[in-house]
């Protein structure tokens, strides 16, 4: 039996855009930033990724630069968007390094974590 999915709402109140469909992202791998209450990393920040974000995010434990091929992970490059753990993300803008955000594909349940003052502050669209 599949999560069910919380509301498929932006963090400006509209319909959640889809974020990546290559690599496929999202907690349902689906290509959008959909939650649910299985989705207990809070996977809803829908980023552009950098350089200096991925070198940051491998060096807190979490390498999302290298192929994980039984996954079906092919490693993320600078350009490429993910769907973030909201608190990932606060923790790089904590520490000068966030990556930009796709305002209409971030899901609502962000703002769970991250205001959303500090979204605007990343906003790529």
Avoid: K
């Avoid at 498929?8 to 889809?18: D, M, P, R, Y």
């Avoid at 939650?35 to 350089?51: L, P, R, Y």
């Avoid at 092919?74 to 966030?98: I, M, N, S, T």
């Amino acid at each position: 039996m599949m999560p069910e999915m919380t509301p498929s709402v932006n963090v400006l109140g509209t319909a959640l855009a889809a974020c990546s469909g290559a690599p496929l992202t999202g907690f349902f791998r689906d290509g959008h930033c959909n939650s649910c209450a299985e989705d207990v990393g809070n996977h809803t920040v829908c980023a552009v990724m950098t350089a200096e974000f991925l070198a940051f995010s491998r060096y807190v434990g979490n390498d999302l630069s290298s192929p994980r091929p039984g996954l079906n992970f092919p490693g993320l490059e600078p350009g490429d968007q993910w769907c973030l753990c909201a608190a990932r993300f606060l923790q790089a803008h904590d520490e000068g390094c966030a990556p930009r955000v796709r305002m209409q594909a971030t899901h609502a349940r962000a703002l769970e974590i991250v205001p959303l003052h500090i979204l605007r502050q990343y906003q790529a669209d």
